[in-house]
């Protein structure tokens, strides 16, 4: 019952943001590719300046399954950063631990990713690391603990059979799924980086 109503709250996000947020979501998305309610199909007024900045960092924030809080604070950072503020807030936020458990194939969701990691489950560089925040500098070694990796979920993981509903592995990691291995060879490019998201209209949203 959880996982059905985690589903179609999910279903519902990614209808209200007009991007599906997981697998399953795509699903529904693909049947209903409008927003939910009552008047979804109906053809909406032209959505202010800041509604359109306002949603697209909902979608931005959405797709990694982050807090406020914790997006403002990688916004902060991303502005003191030398370089593109949009792009760096992208290329920040894509190398955190959850983040990269995904685009290894580790797991199918963000969601799932983020379990695997405060489980304990996965480890950087030889230590257990809980925090799905948690950045991965480059060289560093991400891998699943040897008392996890027979565990139903990493064999399947292992198996390859995230693979045929996640994005190419991007050149920034290196992948030996089968050892459930992966490591950040260098800072991600935003170019690279498979998020749906005009960068800009989240710069300005919190630049206003």
């Known amino acids: 019952m959880a996982n059905n109503t985690r589903a179609r709250r999910q279903a519902r996000a ?21 927003p939910p309610g009552e008047h979804g ?8 300046d800041y509604a359109v900045r306002l949603r697209e960092k909902q979608r931005l924030r959405a797709q990694y399954g982050i807090r406020e809080a914790q997006m403002t604070r990688v916004f ?5 950063t030398a370089g593109l503020t949009g792009e760096n807030l992208i290329e920040l936020l894509e190398m955190r631990l959850d983040a990269l458990v995904l685009r290894a194939g580790f797991a199918r969701t963000i969601a799932q990713a983020r379990q695997l990691v405060v489980h304990r ?27 996890s990796e027979t565990m139903t979920p990493f064999q399947v993981a292992a198996a390859g059979a995230h693979r045929d509903v996640l994005p190419a592995v991007p050149g920034y990691l290196d992948v030996s799924l089968d050892k459930l291995q992966a490591r950040l060879v260098r800072r991600p490019k935003r170019s690279e980086v498979p998020v749906t998201c005009e960068e800009q209209l989240v710069v300005e949203y919190y630049a206003r």
Do not use: C, N, W
């Open 14 to 34: 990614s209808r209200a943001l007009g991007i599906a947020l997981t697998p399953k979501a795509a699903k529904y998305f693909e049947r209903r590719p409008y």
């Open 41 to 48: 199909r109906a053809r909406r007024k032209q959505d202010s």
């Open 76 to 80: 902060e950072e991303a502005r003191r």
């Open 121 to 147: 489950h996965i480890m950087v560089d030889g230590a257990r690391v809980d925090r799905p925040s948690f950045r991965v500098s480059e060289g560093q070694l991400i891998h699943v603990h040897q008392r």
